[in-house]
C-alpha cells in the first residue's frame, strides 16, 4: 500500500476523551480540513485540527453542529431551529425556525448553508449582513422518497448545478443509491442511480484553453452486480464545441465485497485524482483525465463515513465509532512506476508524469522523442517534449530543434518547438531566453507582454537585461518577478516612479543606498528628487528610509531653499520630538532666507511645536511678525515687550494668545494693557469675557475696579452672568446694573438667576431704596423672605405692592403674606378683601392651617363657603369647611355621610377626638384606604361586629390578611379571635352572597386557619343553608380535611356526592398526602353507574383503580382479585405489567392472555427469556401473532421453538408465511451453539456463509465446502479452509485455499495458518496449484518465491528466474534478505532496477560479489557515495581488477575525493590507480594533476612531469616547485625553475638557472618578467662572471626591459663595447623614428610624397626601421616586436652612424668620438 498511496492515522478521537457512540453520520462532521465537531450528551466538542487536535467542549445543548470550512462559524441544530455562532467574536449571528424536519445539511462555501428536507432543498445565506431566511432551490425527485437516508449535497462553484444523493434499503439486504442532478438555470432535474458522486474542474484539457466543469459520479443500478465510473462534462455552451466525456470505467470491485457499496467520492483537485470509498473500507483511485483506474487497497476494517480533501491534495477521512482520521494521498515518487510495472499501461504512465511532473518516465519520454524527431514528425515531438514535465526542456532539446533545417514554405522547427510548449505550460529560463531572443529582433514586444501576463514565461535577470534596451517597463515586469531588486529599482528611476522605490524596497526586504541616489537626483532632477525624498520620508509603515537631516542638506547644498522646505514641511509632519532640530531648521531658512510669510503660514497653523521657540521667536520679532513673536516668547517680559505692538495685532489674536498664559501672567498683561488708556478696553472685555473661567472672575472684577472701569465691568459681566455660577458676578452685576440705571437687568437677574446670595442682595436692595421695589419683591418671593417683603411694604406705605404681589406675582404666598399681617395687627377687613381678591389661586390647606394655629379659622368660613358655592371640589376645601362644621356640631354626621370630596384620613383622625363612631363612619368611606386606621380604632374602642361585616362586604384579600394576623410567636390574638367569632356567629350568616362567602373562605384558608375553615364550611355545608351542594364548598371541605383532618376524609367522601372526584382522589394519592385507600374509595364510587354514565370513563376510573392497587399499594392479589370482578381488558393488561415489574413472568403472561393485549410482547419475551418460560412463552406468542405481524414477534417465537427443541414445528414456521428476521435469529442461535436449528433458518434464508459455519461446527466439512461454493465469499472460503487444516482434511483445504489465494489481500493469512500449523508441504502443494490459476496474481508467484527462501531455498533462483517480472520484488528481496540469500537478493535488485542496493549487498555480503555483474551495475547507481565504496571495496577484495572499476566509473566519480580515497588507501593505491589518473587527467583537475606528478616524481620521469605540467596546470605548483628545486637531477630542478617561471616569481626562477648555469632559461625569464630591475641585475651577473655572450643575448632578448644608460654604463666598465653597440644603434633608430612620428603630428598635413618621405622611405634604405631585417638571430628568439634582430654594428663594432649619445653633456669618453 505504501508504495503506491502515503497511507496514516492523523489522531484518534476517542483517545481525546469523544464517546465512540458519537462518532457516526449524524453526530459527528467535518468542518473542512481544520475542524471535526462531535456532538454529545449535552455538550458539542470542537477538534481543532491546525492545533494537533486540540479540543474544546462546549455546554451546548443540539442535536447536530457543524463548522464553517473557512471560518470559525459554527452551526448548531435543536429540532427544527437553526443557530449560527461566531466563535472568534462570541456571539449569535443568525437563526431559523424550519417548517419541516431536517434531513440534511452542509456548508457549500464560506457564507451558503445547504438544507435538505423531506421534499426540499433550500440555501441559507446564513453570515449575509441582513437576516435573510432560507431559498427554496428545487424540489427532491420522486427517485428520491422521503424514508431516504440523504448522505451528500453538492453544488459547483458558479452555483449553476446541484447534487443531491442517499442510500434505501432493497430487496435481498442491498443497500441502492440514488442521486439527482439539478440545473438551476435550465430548472430542470435527472435522476441518477449510484451512491456517491463529485463536482470537480479539469484544466489543460486536449485542445481546449478553457477550464471543464465536470461531473464525476458512481453507477450501479440496481439488481446489477457491475458498478461503473462516469466522467462528463456539465453546463458547457455547445458553441464552444463538444463537451468532455470519457467512456465509463468499470471499478474493479474485489469477490469479496459483492455486497459493498460506495460512500464517498472525493476529489484530489491539484492532481485530478478521484479517491472512492466504500463502506468496507475499500479506496479506488481514478485519473479524471483518462478515467483509468490507478489503484485499489482496504484501508480500514471500519466505515468511513466523513471524508473532505485538503489544500496540498491529500484525503482525511473518519472511521464510524472507532474514531480513527486517516490521511490518504498519492506517492508521487513511485505511482509512475507502479503504472508501468503492475498496470503495464505506458501511455498512463506517460500521460501522468507529464501532467504531473511525476518521476519515472523520463526513458519512455526520451525514446519518444527520438522516435518522433527521426521520423521527422517534429510538431508531434514538440508536444511530446510539453508533457514530458520538464525531464526533456533542456537546452540541449532546444538546440536539437534549432538544428533541425526548415522545410520549405513550414515555419521553423524551434518555433514549432516554442509553439507547442506555450500551448501546454510555462517556459522555463532558458526556454524563454531562447524564444525572446527571435521576437525582440522582429520588433514584436507585445507577444512578450502578453506571454509574461498569461505567465507563460519564466522572468529571470538575463531576460530583462534583454528587454531593457527595449521596453523599461516591460523589463522592469520581468525584474519584479524574478526578484532582481536592484535593477528593478534601476528601471524605477528611469521611468520617474520615484515614489514607488521605497515602497517597492521595503516590500522585498533590499537593501540600497538611498542617500547616494538622492544627492544625484539633487542636481540631475531636482523635482524628481524631490518626489523620491518625499517617498523615502514618509513610507506607508516605519520609520523614514533615509536620514532626514541628510536628505535637507542635500537640497540645501544645492541652494534649493523651496525644495527643502517642501521635503522638510512633508517630512517632519508627524512633528515628532526628535524633529525639534529640522524644525528650528526650517523655520531659520525661510525667516533669514527671504521669506518670512511662509514661516508665517507655518507657525500660523501651527504644523509644528518642537522647534526652539526662544529661537525662533527672536527671529520672528526681528523680522516684524510680532504675532508670531508673542506665541513663542515664555517670559512675561518678552510678551509685554512685544504687546507695546498691540495695535499692529489683529484683535482675535490677543483674545486668543491669552489662551497660552498662566493666570497670573494674564493678569499682569490686563492690567498692563489698561494702563495704555481707554483704547484697549474692548479688547479687554473680550479677552474677560473668553478667559473668565480661567483667570477667575473675581481677579477679572478686581482689574476692572481698580481702574474705575465701571461700564467695562457691567458689559463684561452682562456676557457672563447668564451662565456663571459665581454669587459675586451676579451680585456686582446687579450693583453695576442699579448703578448704571439699568433697572429692568437688574430685575431680570433678581427674578431669574439663582446663583447670587440673597441675603447680600437683599440687604442692598432695601439700602438702596430703589424707585421701583420690584427687584426685592423678585429676591423675597423667590428666597422666601416674603414676610420681611411684607412687613417692608406695609412699614414703608407701600399697601398696593402687597396687594400686587399676592394677586400678580405669588398666589400661593397669601397665606405667609396674611400670617404676617395678622402678626401685624392688621385690620381683618384687608386681609378679607386680600383674600377674596386672590380667590381660588390661594392654597387652601396651607390657609387653613395659619388660621387654625392662630385661632382664627372661623375667619375663613365665608372665604371657603364661597369657594363651595362656586363648585370647588377640592379636598382641602371641603377638609377645612368640615372641621369648621365638626367642630360646631353642624350636622356632623350627615356631612361626614353625604360629602363626597373631603379626604376620610384627614377628617377621621380630627374626629378620633370627638367620637369615635363618626371616625369610624369617616374612615370606612375611604373605601379601603383607611384600612388600617379602622383596624386600630376598631382594636381601642371594640368595634369588632362593624369590623367584621366591614370586611365580609369589603371582600379584599389584603384586608383579610391584616386582620387575621397571628401573633410574631405564632398564637392567635385576642383581637383576631374577637373578630373570628363576629364572622363565624353573625357577619357570615348574615350574608346571601356567594361571592362574600367565597372570599371569606379563601381568607381564612390563606390565614392558614383549618380548624376554623372547618367549623366554617361544616356550618354552610352539612348543617343546611342554601350553599349545601355547591361542588366547590364541598370541594374545599374534604381538600381541607385531606391537610387539616385526614381521619375525617372518609366520612366526607360517604357523606358527600357533589365534589368532584377524578380531581379529588389525585390529590389524596399524591407523594404528599398518601391516601391512597380514600383515593381507591374514590375511584371506585365513581366508577358506578349512580356516578357516572360514561362507559369510557367508568373504564378510565377503573384503570386508575387498579393503578392505585398495583403503583402504590402492592397489593398484586387484591389487584387480581379487582381485575377478576372488572374482567376488563386494559385492567388486565396494567396488572399484567405490574408483574412484570415484579418479575413475575408466568403469572404476567397469564393476564396478557386474559387481556388479550400483545402490544407489550417483547416485555414478556424478555421476561420469559430470563425466567426461560419458553413454554408458556409460546401459547401467548401465538396469540400475539393474530393480531401483531411484526419480524420480532416472528423471531421471537422461532427462538422459542428452538429453545424448546421443537425441531418439526420450527420447520413448518420456518418454511410458512412469516415476517421473522430470520438472519438476527440464526445468528443469536450460533452464538448461543444451537447449530441444529441455525442451520435449519441459514438455509431457509439461503445464507451459505453462515450454513458453511454450522457445518464446519456440527463437523459436516463436505458439506461446508458445498456451502462455502454456494456463498462465493472470501471469508467463508478462509472459515472452511481454516476448519479442514485443523481437522487434516488437506484435499478440501486445497480447494478452498485456491479460492482464497486469487484474492491478494487475504494470502498471507492463509500462509499464516498453514505454516503456524506446521504443514510446509501442503502449502507449497497448494501455492503451485495456484501458480496456474486464471487469476493468479503477483501476490502468488511472490508468496511462493518467500515460500521458498523459508523451506526450499534450492528452488528460489530457479523460480526467480522463471517468474521475476509476476513477482513483488520488494517483498522477495526481504525475504531473501530475512533468509540471507545474498545472490538472489542481488538478482531482484537487479531486476527491480535498484543498482544501488545491488552493489551495496555485494559489497557488504561479497559471497554474493561477481565482477562483471558490479562492473554492469555500478555505472547505473544514484548514490554516488556507492562509487567510492566500491573503489575501497576492489581495494581490499579484488585490487588487481581495480583499474576496470575505475575505468568504468569515470565519467560519474568525484575526481578529488577518489584520489582522496586512494591516498588514504595507501601508496600502492596510486600505483594500481595510475591508467585512471591519466585518462582522468584530460579534466585538469588539482587532485588528480597531483597525484600523477608525485607518481611522475616518484619515477623519475621528468619529461612526462613536464608534459603534465604544461597541458595541466591546475596543481599547487609552487609546492611542486619547492620539491624538486633541490632534486639532484637537472631536469627536475629546470622544471622548478619553470614552475617559479610561470608562477611569476622570476627572481627565484633566474635564481635557480643561474646555480645550474642555464643562463638561455635565465634570459627567457628576465624577458617575461617584464621589469627591468630584473633584467638589470641579471646583466650585471654576466658582466660579474664575464658571460659576454649572454650578456649580448640578453641585451638583444629584453631589449625594451633594457635602460640604454644601464646597457652603456655597465658596457663600457667591462668592455662591452663591442657587445653593446648594436643595442645603442638601435635603440638610437626606434628613438629617431618616435621624434618623426612627433614631428609628423605637430606639422600641417603635406603630399602624398612628403607624408612617404616622412614615414623613412628615402634612398638610405633604412625605411623598416631596422638595419636587419632577416630574421632572428642565431641563438636568440623574436622579443618585443622586433623581428628577433640584434641592433646592427658597424666595422670594429661601433655603431653605425652614432659618434656621441646625449646624457647629461657627457660622452663616452672614448677617443675619437665628438661631442654634440
Not at 920 to 928: D, I, V, W
Not at 1117 to 1126: G, I, L
Not at 1658 to 1667: E, I, Q, S, T
Amino acid at each position: 500500500m505504501s508504495s503506491v498511496i502515503h497511507f496514516s492515522e492523523v489522531l484518534n478521537l476517542t483517545n481525546l476523551g469523544i464517546n465512540a457512540d458519537c462518532i457516526k453520520h449524524d453526530t459527528c462532521t467535518m468542518g473542512g480540513e481544520d475542524w471535526i465537531v462531535a456532538v454529545e450528551s449535552g455538550s458539542v466538542t470542537l477538534v481543532d485540527l491546525k492545533k494537533s487536535g486540540a479540543i474544546t467542549k462546549r455546554p451546548i445543548q443540539a442535536d447536530a453542529a457543524l463548522m464553517n470550512p473557512t471560518s470559525p462559524i459554527l452551526a448548531l441544530r435543536s429540532a427544527q431551529t437553526l443557530q449560527i455562532f461566531n466563535l472568534s467574536e462570541k456571539k449569535k449571528v443568525g437563526e431559523h425556525t424550519l417548517s419541516s424536519p431536517l434531513v440534511h445539511w452542509r456548508w457549500v462555501d464560506g457564507n451558503t448553508l445547504a438544507l435538505v428536507t423531506s421534499s426540499s432543498v433550500y440555501h441559507w445565506e446564513a453570515l449575509s449582513p441582513k437576516p435573510s431566511s432560507p431559498k427554496k432551490i428545487f424540489e427532491r425527485h420522486a427517485s428520491l422518497p422521503p424514508a431516504m437516508q440523504i448522505l451528500q449535497y453538492e453544488v459547483t462553484g458558479d452555483g449553476k448545478w446541484c447534487l443531491i444523493g442517499g442510500i434505501i434499503a432493497g430487496e435481498g439486504g442491498a443497500i441502492n443509491g440514488a442521486m439527482q442532478l439539478y440545473s438551476t438555470e435550465k430548472n430542470v432535474s435527472q435522476p441518477l442511480s449510484g451512491h456517491a458522486a463529485a463536482f470537480t474542474t479539469l484544466t489543460n484539457l486536449p485542445g481546449r484553453s478553457d477550464p471543464a466543469s465536470v461531473l464525476v459520479f458512481h453507477q450501479q443500478t440496481p439488481g446489477v452486480s457491475e458498478q461503473k465510473l462516469y466522467v462528463m462534462e456539465v453546463g458547457r455552451d455547445p458553441a464552444l464545441g463538444p463537451a468532455f466525456k470519457l467512456q465509463p470505467t468499470v471499478i474493479p470491485v474485489p469477490q469479496d465485497a459483492g455486497r459493498d457499496f460506495m460512500v464517498s467520492l472525493t476529489i484530489d483537485t491539484p492532481n485530478s485524482i478521484a479517491y472512492l470509498i466504500s463502506k468496507m473500507g475499500y479506496v479506488y483511485l481514478f485519473d479524471l483525465h483518462t478515467g483509468k483506474a490507478l489503484y485499489r487497497a482496504r484501508i480500514s476494517q471500519e466505515t468511513i463515513f466523513s471524508t473532505v480533501s485538503t489544500e496540498n491534495g491529500a484525503i482525511i477521512g473518519l472511521t464510524a465509532r472507532k474514531g480513527q482520521l486517516l490521511s490518504i494521498s498519492l506517492n508521487k515518487a513511485t505511482i509512475v512506476g507502479y503504472i508501468q510495472a503492475t498496470l503495464r499501461d505506458t501511455p498512463l504512465a506517460m500521460s501522468l508524469a507529464g501532467r504531473l511532473s511525476l518521476p519515472g518516465a523520463e526513458h519512455l519520454y526520451e525514446a519518444e522523442l527520438e522516435r518522433l524527431l527521426a521520423s521527422g514528425q517534429v510538431a508531434e515531438a514538440a508536444k511530446v517534449v510539453a508533457k514530458s514535465g520538464g525531464s526533456l526542456r533542456t537546452p540541449a532539446t532546444i538546440q536539437r530543434f534549432q538544428a533541425i533545417p526548415a522545410q520549405p514554405g513550414q515555419p521553423q522547427p524551434v518555433f514549432v518547438y516554442f509553439s507547442a510548449l506555450l500551448e501546454e505550460v510555462q517556459l522555463n529560463e532558458a526556454e524563454s531566453l531562447e524564444l525572446a531572443r527571435p521576437v525582440i529582433a522582429q520588433n514584436r514586444p507585445q507577444l512578450l507582454e502578453r506571454w509574461l501576463k498569461e505567465e507563460k514565461l519564466t522572468s529571470s535577470e538575463a531576460l530583462g537585461d534583454i528587454l531593457m534596451a527595449v521596453d523599461v517597463g516591460l523589463a522592469l515586469s520581468v525584474y519584479l518577478r524574478a526578484k532582481i531588486h536592484a535593477k528593478a529599482v534601476q528601471c524605477f528611476a528611469q521611468r520617474g516612479e520615484f515614489a514607488k522605490i521605497p515602497a517597492y524596497v521595503k516590500q522585498v526586504e533590499y537593501t540600497m543606498d538611498f542617500q547616494a541616489l538622492l544627492n544625484q537626483l539633487v542636481f540631475s532632477n531636482p523635482v524628481g528628487g524631490l518626489e523620491f525624498a518625499k517617498a523615502l520620508a514618509t513610507p506607508a509603515e516605519g520609520p523614514p528610509l533615509i536620514d532626514l537631516q541628510a536628505a535637507a542638506e542635500s537640497f540645501l547644498s544645492a541652494n534649493r531653499i523651496q525644495e527643502a522646505t517642501s521635503f522638510l514641511l512633508e517630512a517632519l509632519k508627524d512633528n515628532l520630538p526628535e524633529h525639534a532640530y529640522l524644525q528650528t531648521k526650517l523655520l531659520e531658512i525661510n525667516l533669514i532666507g527671504g521669506a518670512p510669510q511662509v514661516a508665517d503660514a507655518i507657525l500660523a497653523n501651527k504644523i509644528f511645536d518642537k522647534f526652539d521657540r526662544a529661537h525662533v521667536a527672536k527671529m520672528c520679532e526681528r523680522a516684524g511678525l510680532w504675532q508670531r513673536a508673542a506665541e513663542n516668547f515664555d517670559e512675561i517680559a518678552d510678551i509685554k515687550r512685544v504687546f507695546k505692538n498691540a495695535h499692529a495685532m489683529e484683535p482675535t489674536f490677543i483674545v486668543g494668545f491669552f489662551a497660552n498664559l498662566s493666570a497670573d501672567d494674564a493678569i499682569l498683561l490686563l492690567k498692563d494693557l489698561m494702563s495704555r488708556g481707554g483704547a484697549h478696553v474692548q479688547v479687554v472685555v473680550e479677552i474677560c469675557k473668553t478667559y473668565h473661567a480661567e483667570l477667575g472672575a473675581d481677579a477679572l472684577i478686581g482689574v476692572f475696579e481698580t481702574f474705575k472701569a465701571t461700564e467695562g465691568l457691567y458689559y463684561f459681566l452682562a456676557a457672563i452672568v447668564n451662565f456663571s455660577e459665581n454669587p459675586q458676578v451676579h451680585f456686582k452685576y446687579i450693583q453695576a446694573a442699579a448703578q448704571l440705571g439699568q433697572f429692568k437687568e437688574c430685575e431680570r437677574v433678581c427674578r431669574d438667576s439663582t446663583i447670587y446670595d440673597p441675603v447680600v442682595v437683599k440687604e442692598y436692595l432695601k439700602g438702596a431704596k430703589l424707585v421701583d421695589p420690584r427687584p426685592l419683591i423678585h429676591v423675597c418671593d423667590r428666597h422666601d423672605f416674603v414676610e420681611e417683603l411684607a412687613e417692608y411694604l406695609y412699614s414703608n406705605g407701600l399697601i398696593q405692592y402687597v396687594e400686587i404681589y399676592v394677586t400678580k406675582v405669588s398666589p400661593a404666598k397669601t397665606p405667609q403674606v396674611v400670617g404676617k399681617l395678622l402678626e401685624l395687627d392688621a385690620n381683618e377687613d384687608l386681609i378679607k378683601k386680600i383674600l377674596m381678591s386672590v380667590g381660588g389661586a390661594c392654597p387652601v390647606d396651607e390657609m387653613v392651617e395659619i388660621a387654625e394655629t392662630r385661632n382664627r379659622l372661623r375667619l375663613l368660613q365665608s372665604w371657603l363657603e364661597n369657594r363651595v358655592a362656586t363648585g370647588s371640589t377640592e379636598p382641602a376645601t371641603h377638609n377645612g369647611l368640615g372641621k369648621i362644621y365638626l367642630s360646631q356640631n353642624i350636622e356632623p354626621r350627615q356631612f361626614l355621610e353625604n360629602n363626597m370630596f373631603y379626604e376620610p384620613a384627614v377628617l377621621g383622625k380630627f374626629c378620633e377626638g370627638l367620637d369615635p363612631s363618626l371616625a369610624f363612619a369617616a374612615y370606612q368611606k375611604a373605601n379601603g384606604d383607611c384600612d388600617d386606621q379602622l383596624i386600630r380604632i376598631t382594636a381601642s374602642h371594640s368595634l369588632y361586629r362593624e369590623l367584621a361585616r366591614y370586611c365580609v362586604s369589603r371582600m379584599d384579600a389584603g384586608l383579610w390578611e391584616k386582620v387575621l394576623k397571628r401573633e410574631e410567636d405564632g398564637t392567635e390574638s385576642v383581637e383576631c379571635r374577637s373578630l373570628i367569632d363576629q364572622v363565624v356567629e353573625w357577619a357570615l350568616p348574615e350574608s346571601s352572597n356567594a361571592d362574600e362567602v367565597s372570599a371569606t373562605v379563601k381568607a381564612f384558608l390563606a390565614a392558614e386557619l383549618p380548624g376554623e375553615l372547618i367549623n366554617l364550611l361544616e356550618r354552610i355545608v352539612l348543617q343546611g343553608s342554601e350553599f349545601s351542594e355547591n361542588s366547590n364548598l364541598q370541594n374545599l371541605l374534604i381538600l381541607t380535611a385531606i391537610r387539616a383532618e385526614p381521619t375525617k376524609v372518609a366520612e366526607y367522601i360517604d357523606r358527600l356526592d357533589h365534589f368532584d372526584g377524578p380531581a379529588i382522589a389525585k390529590i389524596a394519592a399524591s407523594e404528599e398526602h398518601e391516601l391512597f385507600e380514600e383515593a381507591f374509595s374514590i375511584y371506585v364510587k365513581f366508577s358506578k353507574s349512580d356516578f357516572n354514565d360514561d362507559k369510557d370513563q367508568m373504564e378510565e376510573l377503573q384503570l386508575s383503580a387498579i393503578g392505585i392497587l398495583v403503583d402504590n399499594l402492592k397489593e398484586l392479589d387484591r389487584a387480581k382479585t379487582f381485575a377478576e370482578r372488572v374482567n376488563l381488558s386494559p385492567v388486565w393488561s396494567k396488572l399484567g405489567n405490574a408483574q412484570l415489574d415484579e418479575q413475575l413472568a408466568s403469572e404476567a403472561i397469564a393476564s396478557f392472555l386474559s387481556a388479550q393485549d400483545p402490544a407489550e410482547y417483547l416485555k414478556v419475551c424478555e421476561a420469559a427469556n430470563e425466567a426461560e418460560l419458553w413454554s408458556d412463552l409460546i401459547p401467548y406468542l401465538e396469540m400475539a401473532r393474530e393480531s401483531i405481524k411484526e419480524n420480532g414477534l416472528d423471531s421471537e417465537l422461532i427462538w422459542a421453538l428452538s429453545k424448546t427443541g421443537e425441531m418439526a414445528q420450527l420447520e413448518t414456521f420456518v418454511n410458512g408465511p412469516n415476517c421473522a428476521n430470520i438472519q438476527h435469529v440464526g445468528d443469536r442461535l450460533f452464538s448461543e451453539g444451537l447449530f441444529t436449528p441455525a442451520k435449519l433458518l441459514f438455509a431457509s434464508n439461503n445464507n451459505n456463509a453462515k450454513l458453511a459455519l454450522c457445518h464446519i461446527n456440527l463437523a459436516e466439512f463436505r458439506d461446508a465446502v458445498t456451502a462455502a461454493g454456494k456463498a462465493n465469499s472470501v471469508a467463508t472460503w478462509k472459515a472452511v479452509c481454516w476448519a479442514c487444516i485443523a481437522a487434516q482434511e488437506f484435499k478440501l483445504a486445497g480447494s478452498c485455499g485456491l479460492k482464497i489465494i486469487v484474492h491478494p489481500d487475504h494470502l498471507d493469512e492463509l500462509v499464516g495458518v498453514y505454516e503456524t500449523a506446521g504443514h510446509y508441504e501442503e502449502l507449497l502443494q497448494l501455492m503451485e496449484n495456484g501458480l496456474g490459476l486464471e487469476g493468479a496474481h503477483s501476490g502468488i508467484f511472490t508468496e511462493m518465491g518467500i515460500l521458498f527462501s523459508r523451506h526450499n531455498p534450492k528452488r528460489l533462483m530457479d523460480h526467480l528466474k522463471t517468474f521475476i517480472s509476476k513477482m513483488n520484488v520488494t517483498k522477495t528481496i526481504k525475504a531473501c534478505e530475512r533468509a540471507r540469500l545474498w545472490t538472489e537478493a542481488v538478482f531482484c535488485y537487479q531486476k527491480d532496477g535498484q543498482p544501488d542496493a545491488a552493489v551495496k549487498t555485494m559489497m557488504e555480503h561479497s559471497i554474493s560479489f561477481d565482477h562483471e555483474l558490479f562492473l554492469t551495475l555500478i555505472v547505473s547507481v544514484r548514490n554516488s557515495d556507492l562509487l567510492y565504496k566500491a573503489v575501497s571495496f576492489y581495494l581490499s577484495y579484488e585490487p588487481m581488477l581495480l583499474e576496470k572499476l575505475l575505468a568504468s566509473v569515470m565519467e560519474s566519480i568525484d575526481h578529488t575525493r577518489c584520489v582522496r580515497l586512494l591516498r588514504n588507501a595507501g601508496d600502492h593505491a596510486l600505483f594500481l590507480a595510475k591508467p585512471y589518473l591519466k585518462a582522468a587527467q584530460p579534466v585538469n583537475n588539482s587532485a588528480v594533476n597531483q597525484a600523477i606528478n608525485s607518481l611522475y616524481l616518484e619515477d623519475e620521469d621528468y619529461e612526462c612531469l613536464r608534459d603534465s605540467i604544461d597541458a595541466f596546470d591546475n596543481f599547487d605548483q609552487i609546492a611542486l616547485a619547492v620539491e624538486v628545486e633541490s632534486h639532484e637531477l637537472l631536469e627536475f630542478r629546470r622544471i622548478a625553475a619553470y614552475l617559479y617561471r610561470k608562477n611569476k616569481r622570476y627572481v627565484q626562477s633566474i635564481s635557480l638557472s643561474k646555480d645550474d648555469k642555464m643562463f638561455k632559461d635565465a634570459i627567457d625569464t628576465a624577458a617575461e618578467s617584464g621589469k627591468g630591475e630584473v633584467v638589470e641585475e641579471l646583466l650585471t651577473y654576466f658582466c660579474k662572471f664575464s658571460e659576454k655572450e649572454c650578456f649580448c643575448a640578453c641585451l638583444y632578448t629584453c631589449f625594451d626591459l633594457v635602460s640604454p644608460d644601464v646597457a652603456i654604463e655597465l658596457g663600457w666598465r667591462n668592455g662591452y663595447v663591442d657587445y653593446i653597440m648594436p643595442f645603442v644603434v638601435q635603440w638610437v633608430k626606434n628613438a629617431s623614428v618616435d621624434m618623426a612620428d612627433i614631428k609628423k603630428k605637430l606639422e600641417a598635413p603635406k603630399e602624398t610624397d612628403e607624408m612617404a618621405a616622412g614615414y623613412g622611405m628615402g634612398v638610405n634604405g633604412f625605411g623598416n626601421g631596422l638595419m636587419l631585417t632577416n630574421g632572428p638571430a642565431v641563438g636568440f628568439e623574436a622579443q618585443n616586436g622586433h623581428g628577433g634582430v640584434m641592433p646592427p654594428v658597424g666595422v670594429g663594432g661601433m655603431p653605425m652612424g652614432v659618434t656621441g649619445i646625449v646624457n647629461g653633456g657627457m660622452s663616452m669618453g672614448m677617443p675619437g668620438m665628438q661631442q654634440y
